[in-house]
Every structure is written in C-alpha cells, then in structure tokens.
C-alpha cells in the first residue's frame, strides 16, 4: 500500500498532465464536431497509444509527443502508464465490485521484428500481447483479427473499428488497446422513480426522455456559470460514517475509487462556453470537484446510451502533433533493421450506457504503421440539479486522478 501511495505522489505532476491533455483532446473534439452529436471517447486509451508511440520515436517526433503529453522523459510516460495497469486496473475482474479490464495489442508484419528496446517496454511495461501476421498478403485477414481482438477485450460493446480496407500491403505494424468498464452506482436509483420530463436540445427544442430521481443528500458544487455533480461508484471494500453535515462519508483503502461527474452548465445552450473553459484553464477538473454531499431540491438526470466512433489523425496534426504522420520524421525506434515508419490512421471508438444501476463503457485506439509512412492505430443549503440541457460527463478514478472517460450529452433520446 505504500507502494501505491509513494507511486501517486512521486506522478502528481505526470497525472496533472494527463487530466489537462484529457481535456485539450475534449475542447478540440466537442467543438468541432460537425455533427453536433453525443460523443464518448476515452482519453486514458489514446493516450497509452500515443505514450508506445513515443517509446518507439526520436528526434522532432518524440520532441512534440512529449510536449502534446506534458512529459519530460519517456521513461516518466512507461512508468506513469504501466503503473495505471497495475493501480487503478487491479482486481478489475472481482464480482463484488468495478469491473475494469485494459489489455494491449500490437500485430507485426512476419517479415520484420520489433526493436529490442522498444519490444523490452511492449513486453514488460505496456505488457502488450505480439502477434504476427502476413500484411503484405493477407491484410484484409489481419484487420479482421484485430477487430476481433478489440471486440472480446471489449466484451462485445467496440465492434468494427478498423472498416474495411483501413489496413494495405503496406501496413507493418498495429498497436491497438481496449478498455472496459462496468460499476454500480454507490446508491442506486429506484426504477419505479424514473419519469419522463422534456430534456432541451441546443437549437431550443426539447425532446422527452427518462429521467432518474432521488432524494436525500448528493456531492453537489456550484460555481460560476455551472454546477458539478459526483456520483460514486461502489467500489470492493469501502466504508461509509456521518460527515456532521447531514450526509455521508466514504473511504476505501485498498481499493481504486471510481466515480462519474456531470458538469452542468447554467444556460441551456451554455455548454460550448463551458467546453471551452474546462480545456482552456490548467488544473479545471482537480479544482471543480465536489468534495461535500449536501441536501438536494430536484434532482433528475437522464438515462443514455450511445457510441461514438472518430478518425484522430486529422484532429491530432490540427493541436500541433504531426510529425508521427511525416515522412521525413516518423517512428525509427520500433522496429529493427529497418525504414522509418510513419503513422497514417489512429481509429479510436467508445460506448456507454448510463441507467438506474450504474454504467457500463468501453473504447479502444487503433494504430497503423506503414514503411515510410503510416501507423494507425457547499454550504448547507438545499440545492436543485436537474441536467434538462445538454452537459459534461467524466469517468475518473479518484485517488490517482485518472480520466477513462469524457462525453457530452447533447440528446438523451438517440444512441
């Protein structure tokens, strides 16, 4: 255990560094998604990837993947991102608690090897299963293994994320990663509570959907222009006592502590300003969290479900990382004995469904490389919160800080 604690501390600044790239990748996302459309996608995920990638570059290539990651060494990113492995993912199979499972992949074309180095961080740090497969004349073939691979890793909610004719005969290397989650809620909703109310679009429509209710105490704050709301998961051994207050508190020693947070803007269509905000300002998620559970007045938030799926390379080069997809840069670390590999898609896809008892979700990064260019890869007040209009949802573990997930809800009503 003091093991963990020494871990948390000595990465404070690395974990500051992940929740501020999270929310980078979420300013760029949300308010440039041309569809205006619920999106779900799992920061933690890109960023494994995007840390094997560093592991396996050098010059200008590493230069910007260390600076887009807000890392000094690669060796701070290994043993940051090895460690959630063994941290935040432990005993991720236990029935009594969180279900949380993250494995790595990587397929290599037959004619080729890794890079010592970089095969001894893929085996030990990322403990990456390696397989290889016949790209120059079976690719079609291996981008079916690989999606087979992420569906079972995923149990069964990523499907398809390579579509057809994503990998070629040029194709030598694939990274992959998936991610899956599952948790009960700590207090879980009453079913028979549920009651449709109208949920208001951005465009000023309103659409009716089911809402979950409760009553009693919430972790609830309110700042300026929105409100941010913490709904626990029940972890494996946890234990709960008065907090003086009127509510509970609960601790969980030995265990990883997950819980979602749903930042509610104001206005009802204040929720680009907020967008912008949470990634614009340095430290935002650690100094918004609701630390006290007070009494609420109303108190609904909507049932939802849905995927969202998105091509990263064009949205990458656009915040400043394009030299992993350039060929006079590239990737010269990965593989031994031979020309510089470049990346050319990174496929990422996630799911979640939110209902009385709890959440389900999951997502995975894809990653191709080809020879010479591509790799792919509160005070004591009644408090109202009724998320009626489109808001910010996270999936985080409390005690090191990590981001699994981050969404918006624009519509409840659609999948």
Same mark, same amino acid.
Not at 67 to 93: I, M, P, Q, R, W
Not at 244 to 258: E, H, Q, V
Not at 336 to 348: E, F, N, R, W
């Given at each position: 255990?003091?093991?963990?604690?020494?871990?948390?501390?000595?990465?404070?600044?690395?974990?500051?560094?992940?929740?501020?790239?999270?929310?980078?990748?979420?300013?760029?996302?949300? /308010?440039?998604?041309?569809?205006?459309?619920? +999106?779900?996608?799992?920061?933690?995920?890109?960023?494994?990837? +995007?840390?094997?990638?560093?592991?396996?570059?050098?010059?200008?290539?590493?230069?910007?993947?260390?600076?887009?990651?807000?890392?000094?060494?690669?060796?701070?990113?290994?043993?940051?991102?090895?460690?959630?492995?063994?941290?935040?993912?432990?005993?991720?199979?236990?029935?009594?608690?969180?279900? /949380?499972?993250?494995?790595?992949?990587?397929?290599?074309?037959?004619?080729?090897?890794?890079?010592?180095?970089?095969?001894?961080?893929?085996?030990?740090?990322?403990?990456?299963?390696?397989?290889?497969?016949?790209?120059?004349?079976?690719?079609?073939?291996?981008?079916? /293994?690989?999606?087979?691979?992420?569906?079972?890793?995923?149990?069964?909610?990523?499907?398809?994320?390579?579509?057809?004719?994503?990998?070629?005969?040029?194709?030598?290397?694939?990274?992959?990663?998936?991610?899956?989650?599952?948790?009960?809620?700590?207090?879980?909703?009453?079913?028979?509570?549920?009651?449709?109310?109208?949920?208001?679009?951005?465009?000023?429509?309103?659409?009716?959907?089911?809402?979950?209710?409760?009553?009693?105490?919430?972790?609830?704050?309110?700042?300026?222009?929105?409100?941010? /709301?913490?709904?626990?998961?029940?972890?494996?051994?946890?234990?709960?006592?008065?907090?003086?207050?009127?509510?509970?508190?609960?601790?969980?020693?030995?265990?990883?502590?997950?819980?979602?947070?749903?930042?509610?803007?104001?206005?009802?269509?204040?929720?680009?300003?907020?967008?912008?905000?949470?990634?614009?300002?340095?430290?935002?998620?650690? %100094?918004?969290?609701?630390?006290?559970?007070?009494?609420?007045?109303?108190? %609904?938030?909507?049932?939802?479900?849905?995927?969202?799926?998105?091509?990263?390379?064009?949205?990458?080069?656009?915040?400043?990382?394009?030299?992993?997809?350039?060929?006079?840069?590239?990737?010269?670390?990965?593989?031994?004995?031979?020309?510089?590999?470049?990346?050319?898609?990174?496929?990422?896809?996630?799911?979640?469904?939110?209902?009385?008892?709890?959440?389900?979700?999951?997502?995975?990064?894809?990653?191709?490389?080809?020879?010479?260019?591509?790799?792919?890869?509160?005070?004591?007040?009644?408090?109202?919160?009724?998320?009626?209009?489109?808001?910010?949802?996270?999936?985080?573990?409390?005690?090191?800080?990590?981001?699994?997930?981050?969404?918006?809800?624009?519509?409840?009503?659609?999948?």
């Amino acid at each position: 255990m003091a093991q963990d604690h020494e871990f948390i501390k000595d990465t404070k600044q690395s974990r500051d560094g992940q929740s501020d790239v999270s929310l980078t990748l979420a300013k760029h996302l949300l /308010l440039n998604d041309d569809k205006k459309s619920n +999106l779900i996608f799992s920061p933690i995920s890109i960023q494994i990837a +995007l840390s094997l990638l560093a592991a396996g570059s050098s010059g200008q290539t590493l230069d910007q993947l260390l600076t887009f990651l807000k890392a000094k060494t690669t060796d701070e990113l290994n043993y940051l991102y090895s460690h959630v492995v063994d941290l935040v993912f432990v005993d991720g199979s236990l029935a009594n608690g969180p279900c /949380l499972s993250l494995a790595n992949g990587v397929w290599l074309d037959k004619s080729s090897s890794l890079n010592p180095r970089f095969k001894h961080v893929v085996d030990n740090l990322y403990k990456a299963a390696c397989h290889q497969v016949d790209f120059r004349n079976k690719f079609e073939e291996a981008r079916l /293994l690989v999606n087979s691979w992420v569906e079972k890793e995923t149990n069964g909610l990523v499907r398809k994320i390579l579509p057809p004719k994503s990998l070629s005969s040029s194709t030598m290397l694939v990274l992959a990663n998936a991610l899956y989650f599952k948790a009960e809620w700590m207090e879980m909703f009453d079913p028979d509570d549920t009651k449709d109310y109208d949920f208001y679009l951005l465009n000023g429509d309103s659409v009716k959907v089911p809402f979950m209710r409760m009553r009693g105490h919430q972790y609830i704050s309110v700042f300026d222009g929105f409100k941010a /709301l913490k709904l626990p998961y029940a972890p494996v051994d946890w234990t709960q006592k008065p907090n003086g207050k009127g509510g509970w508190t609960y601790s969980c020693d030995k265990k990883p502590i997950f819980s979602m947070y749903i930042f509610l803007p104001d206005a009802k269509d204040g929720l680009p300003a907020l967008v912008e905000k949470a990634g614009s300002e340095s430290g935002f998620l650690d %100094r918004h969290i609701p630390s006290e559970s007070v009494l609420v007045g109303q108190f %609904r938030i909507p049932k939802f479900k849905f995927e969202y799926k998105i091509e990263l390379s064009e949205a990458l080069k656009t915040i400043g990382l394009d030299s992993p997809f350039d060929p006079e840069e590239g990737l010269r670390e990965m593989v031994a004995h031979g020309a510089p590999l470049i990346v050319s898609k990174i496929y990422h896809k996630a799911f979640i469904e939110v209902n009385e008892e709890g959440t389900v979700a999951a997502a995975a990064t894809v990653v191709e490389e080809q020879l010479g260019f591509s790799l792919t890869e509160i005070k004591k007040v009644m408090i109202d919160f009724v998320a009626d209009h489109p808001f910010l949802v996270f999936i985080r573990e409390d005690k090191t800080g990590m981001v699994l997930f981050i969404g918006q809800v624009l519509d409840p009503s659609t999948t």
